[in-house]
């Protein structure tokens, strides 16, 4: 889906479908006036390869949480990204949102991670995605609290959450400490 203001800064046309999608919470949002159009997309980086989206649907909004990235404040945290290519962005809203028929744009190419409880970094075709808990003091301004990508962490275990099965599935290497016991 791509958002109709979008489509039309890019030139996007196309044939006028009535769309219905129905939500996770079983709501039901009707597009009338929603075309079909295809447009390229790339990573941001001088020279990207460009891929192409066909098919995607117009939208009036996709509401979806407008976030902020620093790379270089996420490093100084977590040693696992600092050396990534991930993109900087403050109060950006997505405007575009890819359904599982472009799956190749978004399965992993690599990914970079320390423990169950902190960020993940995935590699994509498009570029770097953030996944994963970081610390709200690291996060940026997110206008959304309810939902967004990156969720709040007080760093505080509850003894019901994923975190408690960190020891268990995530190996860790050990430092030069671990290893000599």
């Known amino acids: 889906m791509i958002r109709e203001d979008m489509a039309a800064e890019l030139g996007l046309q196309g044939e006028?479908?009535?769309l219905k999608v129905r939500?996770?919470?079983n709501s039901i949002r009707e597009e009338n006036e929603s075309q079909v159009v295809s447009f390229s997309i790339s990573r941001v980086k001088e020279n990207a390869k460009t891929f192409s989206v066909y098919r995607a649907r117009t939208v009036r909004q996709l509401n979806l949480p407008q976030q902020t990235v620093n790379?270089?404040?996420l490093g100084q945290s977590f040693e696992h990204l600092k050396d990534l290519e991930i993109s900087a962005y403050k109060d950006a809203k997505p405007?575009?949102?890819?359904g599982e028929d472009n799956w190749a744009l978004a399965i992993p190419l690599k990914v970079?991670?320390?423990s169950w409880n902190g960020p993940v970094a995935i590699k994509?075709?498009?570029g770097w995605v953030l996944h994963g808990k970081i610390p709200l003091h690291l996060k940026g301004y997110v206008k959304d609290e309810v939902e967004h990508q990156l969720s709040q962490w007080n760093g505080e275990g509850d003894g019901t959450s994923t975190h408690d099965l960190d020891e268990k599935f995530v190996p860790r290497e050990k430092t030069t400490d671990q290893k000599k016991d």
């Open 16 to 18: 006028k479908q009535p």
């Open 23 to 25: 939500w996770t919470d």
């Open 71 to 73: 790379p270089a404040l």
């Open 95 to 98: 405007t575009i949102l890819l």
């Open 112 to 114: 970079v991670h320390r």
């Open 124 to 126: 994509t075709r498009l």
